[in-house]
């Protein structure tokens, strides 16, 4: 009989208070606030939301199509990727997302920016083994990882977007763009190594190998330094726009604004000076130390020049030897010169097998 009788009262409760297409549950018997679908009241009890065990914020499975803003509270602690922690949750279409409450609220970050930090306690990161990752436009735009098969540290919108490898520095918008499996790199600069897919490269500068696929050991610092390098190996620029042209040669070394600035595929050519080897595009073996020296060789070989405007116009000649401000200067072709002092042989086109030590020897050209 007793249990009829509370059936009745529930029974009564229910159907007074839910003529109006909202229900109320209380023990006085007062009618469900209007605005409210379900109106619960007590002065001594709350409202348990259901316990469930998720094995992580994509769980789809525990709570079988669960419907968009379902609540729950979680009681289960999962690590790794997808991890949860426990507190409540609610379905947000294809993840768990955790509601954020009580000293939660007061510690966490804020789009308007946080006061009273201690950077001995507070910090913005993880608490465990994984990367840190940030996003610009829903795109990686910085990255920090962990451990030796990761330890990759990216900063800059799209800055190795595509990376695999390891041990990888990227900063600058896109630096290391298009890098997959190369690892040792250092890019740093607005699309610095844009292209690679080569090993052991360090570009220092806007744009420095942005071109270089296969190319490795490289180093670039500069604006634009070996920036069109496609395979090249083991070559150094230093300076704006130093072996800027330089494909598939190997082994250069430019120290100087321009320096073997047109250089494609020559080799082990050393070039010290602002516009040092300027025009050399297939010649070898050339070195080059002083403003302008070797400028116009294009495919001489074997070729020093030490000095102001040295072997300046030089272009095919080879084996030359210039010591001195403007030594060999007008050489185009000679072959087999020395010329040691101020000027030396500087008139000398297109004789081989001269030697000229000192000024006096300006003009004396054996042919």
Known sequence: MKKHFLLSIVTFLFTSFSYAQNVGINNDASAPNPSAMLDVKSPNKGLLVPRVLLSGTTDATTILSPAISLLI?????????????????????????????????????????????????????????????????????????????????????????????????????????????????????????????????????????????????????????????????????????????????????????LALYSNLNGNANTATGVIALYANTNGGCNTATGFQSLTGNTEGFNNTATGFNALFYNSTGFDNTAIGYGSLEGNTEGNYNTANGFSALSHNNTGNNNTALGIAQMYQLMV
């Open 73 to 257: 509270y979680n009681t289960a602690t999962t690590t790794g990727g997808t991890a949860v922690a426990p507190g409540y949750y609610y379905w947000s279409s294809n993840s768990w997302l955790r509601l954020i409450t009580g000293s939660a609220l007061v510690t966490s970050w804020k789009l308007s920016g946080n006061a009273g930090t201690d950077t001995l306690i507070n910090f913005l990161g993880t608490t465990d083994d994984q990367p840190l990752q940030f996003k610009v436009n829903n795109i990686r735009s910085g990255y920090i990882g962990t451990g030796i098969i990761d330890g990759n540290v990216f900063w800059g919108y799209q800055s190795g977007l595509k990376n695999t490898g390891h041990s990888n520095v990227g900063l600058g918008i896109k630096a290391l763009f298009s890098n997959t499996s190369s690892s040792n790199l250092v890019a740093i600069g607005d699309s610095a190594l844009h292209n690679n897919t080569g090993i052991q490269n360090t570009a220092v500068g806007s744009k420095a190998l942005y071109a270089n696929t296969t190319g490795t050991s490289n180093t670039a610092n500069g604006f634009s330094a070996l920036r069109s390098n496609t395979s090249g190996f083991n070559n150094t620029a230093n300076g704006e726009n130093s072996l800027f042209t330089n494909t598939t040669g190997n082994a250069n070394t430019a120290n100087g604004v």
